[in-house]
Every structure is written in C-alpha cells, then in structure tokens.
C-alpha cells in the first residue's frame, strides 16, 4: 500500500530560526497537503498543492509539490513559538486515505 | 472554527461499553472521514462516507461501525470497547472526494 515518510520525526530549534521538513511517497500523487496540528486540537489545513513543482506561500510558510510528484517540501521561515505542534502531509489519495506519522515541531524562546 | 462539529468533546466508559460519536460536517461538504489518533501517534484512517455511501475503509476494527445520515451527519459507533481504544477521534469533512480536509476539534475517549 501507499505510504508517506515523514521527515525528520521531531525538531527543536530556537526562535527565529527557519524548519524545513519534507514528506516522500513510493508512489505519485496528484496532490500534496499540510496540515498543523495544536496539542489537544484537530489538524488545520495550511497549504494544498495540486501541480508538479507548485510552490505556494502562506505567510511565513512555502511548500513545493516536487517535481516527481512522489515528494513534497515545507518550510518555515524566522520560527515563532506559536508554531509548535505537528505538522503532517497528506498525498489527497483515494481510497485508504494515509497521513505521514508527522514531524513535532518544538520552539525554544 | 473549520466548521465541523464533533459531540461530544470528552467521553469517559468502562471497558465492554458501546459509545456513539457523532459529527456534522462542514455546510455543503459531502464526504466525511474518521480518524483515530491514540497518544502521540500519527492520524490513523478508519471510514469515508460519500453522500451517505461508504466510500472508503482503513483500519477499522470489526467492533467499530459508521453511518453517515441523510442530513450528512455522520455517527461511529464502538463496541465492546477496550484500554486501547483510549484516543482522540477525529472527524473531517470534505467537498466530494478526497482532498482539503476540515477537521472537528476531536473527541477524546477514554476507557477505563
């Protein structure tokens, strides 16, 4: 079955800093999601990408649908304690739907 | 607020209980989605419906069951219910197929 990677499973950094973390696919998908998720809250969508080397902005966060179409890339820009929690991808597949298992995301002040 | 409710926010049963969760999708959305996500684990699919069909099965167990209403809302139903259904249940509501989903805030069941 299809399966996402997620990557790197956890970070700690320190304000101010950028993240970059990525999610990789055995198989092709026509789109790419990212979703954050709050401690104790449901997952929030932050940005969806539908074409082969997409990159689309939101705020201080880009992500890229690259251009195999088996991966795809989220970058956070000057880091900010509110930006702790869990990000996860979503390959928006058909049938048995699989999120990657998340990159946890800590903030130090 | 994405717009999907989820009741109720917190459930406390006994082991060998049935409980019942219920959801109402976002206005207009017709697929809606459970997920399960137990202590720091990754969103684990159960059930999709469309439009009050089953769409799509994940990992749900023989003991859990779903529906999705004319009215679009949608109930899990868990029985039989053991520690390690202890989780966070996730509802989410699409406009047709899979895609941008919106999440509910969760309900957080607990057995005992």
């Known amino acids: 079955g299809q399966q996402l990677n997620q990557s790197p499973q956890s970070m700690f950094i320190q304000e101010g800093e950028d993240v970059s973390m990525n999610c990789t696919s055995s198989?092709?998908?026509?789109?790419w999601l990212w979703y954050k998720q709050d401690p104790g809250e449901g997952p929030v969508l932050l940005i969806a990408?539908?074409?082969?080397?997409e990159l689309t902005s939101n705020g201080r966060l880009t992500a890229q649908f690259g251009i195999t179409r088996k991966d795809s890339f989220l970058n956070i820009s000057a880091s900010i304690p509110s930006d702790v929690g869990i990000y996860f991808c979503?390959?928006?597949?058909?049938?048995?739907?699989?999120f990657g298992k998340g990159t946890k995301l800590s903030v130090k002040p | 607020d994405s717009g999907v409710t989820q009741t109720p926010k917190h459930l406390i049963t006994a082991t060998g209980q049935r409980v019942t969760l219920r959801c109402s999708p976002r206005?207009?959305?017709?697929?809606v989605y459970w997920y399960q996500q137990s202590l720091d684990q990754g969103l684990q699919f159960l059930i999709q419906?469309?439009?009050?069909?089953?769409?799509a099965k994940g990992n749900i167990l023989e003991r859990f069951s779903a529906q999705q209403f004319p009215d679009l809302h949608s109930e899990l139903n868990l029985s039989s219910l053991e520690l390690g259904d202890s989780a966070l249940y996730f509802c989410?509501?699409?406009?047709?197929?899979?895609?941008?989903?919106?999440f509910g805030p969760g309900t957080r069941l607990t057995v005992t």
């Open positions: 989410a509501s699409s406009v047709s197929g899979p895609g941008e989903q919106y």
């Open positions: 198989s092709i998908f026509n789109t």
């Open positions: 990408l539908y074409k082969a080397g």
């Open positions: 979503d390959g928006g597949s058909q049938g048995n739907l699989i």
């Open positions: 206005s207009g959305d017709l697929s």
């Open positions: 419906y469309y439009n009050g069909e089953e769409r």
